[in-house]
């Protein structure tokens, strides 16, 4: 009763903001050029032949939801070890963002998925319409996606509900109980809240969770750890990409947001003064700020050379000054491993920081600023196994690197020690989808 009742209050507020929310759709389509697929999907059009591609199999259909390319990245060893656990098991795929959309396709073509479409708005109308097509068995919600419509609407199809990886960070758990019955009403449509740590864990039940609902799984992103020979080539390749010669040391910014570049430009022209082979990537959280930040790597008196055009002639393009400017989606994980010290942006402003761990799994020691609210577990880990330091400003993104850039043996050994570390996380993604099929039914 008090669910039906919570959905009624709940869209009956929302009602007032559907013309913001179809301005807010256009705005998307004519003003940031976002893809029509995009657009169509956030009303719940889902093309017909995704409910085609969910068809094929005659075992349950897994609708996980990624919002964007981490999140998806994510995604795709829970999508891998769902088929290992159900292999005959419809999956699908939903993200919000176009370049999530580009990034999930590949888990088609890999056959992790049969399906990839664009979430919709969190309004009945367009729920329904995707619930629809997709008719789930298992809705997976990925970190922190919890939107209440979808959880009330899947739920009230027959669908088992499970947050995935879960997450809390600090502005969560200020927020949670300030939204009262609208919180409690989106946890009691969750049958499981599957947590990335204890941490995590016991943050979510003191704002309201029961202990039933609650289990830690571990971090899937910890899965993706490739081993020594992966990372030994993709860091051979991406100096030929960048055509680096072997005496000169590459640091990667990545997920840089506005106000941080200035930041990183400006420790990395006093590291220049201690290694004059340092080189410097910068990889932008969003690619479409590239424009912005070439005007900030010039604006500093650098060079900047994009991705995108670099080919077999790429050393003609590079010179002394040069700084290289990621444009391309997808790439970034794979050119850590290329990375003698690399940063992880979000952290230097108030953006809660991203996964600091990344770095560390391609094999290269990461720096992180003072505002990582959302991976504080992942970087007290980064920092304990030594592996990270924490870097304040431009001053201590100069300083906190020179031991690992002057003493290479230094470097492998602290990368070394936290990767064994790392290593005694892996297995979440199968902890999760052994969770899921045991819930569906499976006998694990």
């Known amino acids: ?16 903001l559907l013309p913001a929310a179809w301005a807010y759709t256009q705005y998307r389509r004519y003003g940031l050029k976002k893809s029509p697929a995009s657009v169509r999907g956030l009303w719940g059009h889902v093309p017909a032949e995704v409910g085609a591609a969910l068809s094929t199999r005659k075992g349950p259909r897994v609708w996980i939801h990624a919002v964007s390319v981490g999140e998806t990245l994510a995604a795709r060893p829970v999508a891998r070890a769902l088929r290992a656990a159900m292999p005959d098991a419809n999956i699908a ?3 919000i963002t176009d370049t999530g959309f580009e990034t999930a396709q590949a888990a088609i073509k890999a056959g992790e998925a049969d399906a990839v479409f664009y979430f919709p708005l969190d309004v009945p109308l367009a729920v329904n319409r ?14 922190t996606e919890l939107w209440p419509n979808v959880l009330h609407l899947a739920k009230q199809s027959g669908a088992r509900t499970f947050l995935v990886n879960g997450r809390v960070s600090d502005n969560l758990l200020q927020r949670a109980p300030k939204m009262g019955r609208l919180w409690r009403w989106m946890l009691g449509n969750l049958d499981a809240l599957l947590m990335r740590s204890r941490f995590d864990a016991e943050r979510m039940k003191q704002i309201g969770a029961s202990r039933a609902q609650v289990h830690v799984i571990g971090d899937v992103k910890l899965d993706a750890l490739p081993d020594d020979e992966q990372n030994r080539n993709e860091r051979a390749r991406w100096k030929r990409v960048l055509a680096l010669r072997d005496d000169e040391a590459l640091l990667v910014a990545g997920s840089t947001h ?4 200035e930041q990183i430009l400006e420790g990395f022209e006093n590291i220049r003064r201690e290694i004059p082979g340092a080189r410097l990537l910068i990889a932008p959280r969003h690619i479409e700020r590239a424009d912005e930040v070439e005007n900030v790597i010039r604006a500093a008196g650098f060079a900047a050379v994009r991705r995108t055009h670099l080919d077999e002639n790429a050393a003609e393009k590079i010179s002394a000054d040069t700084v290289f400017l990621l444009d391309t989606v997808g790439e970034l994980s794979t050119l850590y491993a290329a990375a003698e010290v690399a940063f992880v942006g979000g952290s230097l402003v108030e953006r809660g920081g991203h996964n600091v761990l990344e770095p560390l799994l391609r094999g290269a020691p990461v720096l992180f600023g003072p505002n990582v609210a959302n991976f504080r577990e992942a970087a007290r880990f980064a920092e304990t ?3 990270g330091k924490m870097a304040k400003n431009a001053d201590e993104l100069a300083s906190a690197p020179l031991l690992w850039l002057r003493n290479q043996e230094k470097r492998n050994v602290d990368v070394s020690a ?6 005694e996380h892996c297995g979440a993604a199968r902890r999760v989808a052994e969770f899921v099929a045991r819930e569906l039914g499976y006998e694990i």
Request: glycine content about 6%.
């Open 418 to 423: 936290a990767r064994e570390q790392l290593r």
């Open 1 to 16: 009763m008090f669910s039906h009742a919570a959905y009624r209050i709940y869209n009956l507020a929302l009602a007032p």
């Open 130 to 143: 995707t619930l629809n097509v997709v008719r789930p068995d298992a809705l997976l919600l990925m970190e």
């Open 258 to 261: 506005p106000g941080e570049e």
């Open 385 to 387: 196994s030594g592996g």
């Open 93 to 95: 795929l939903s993200c």
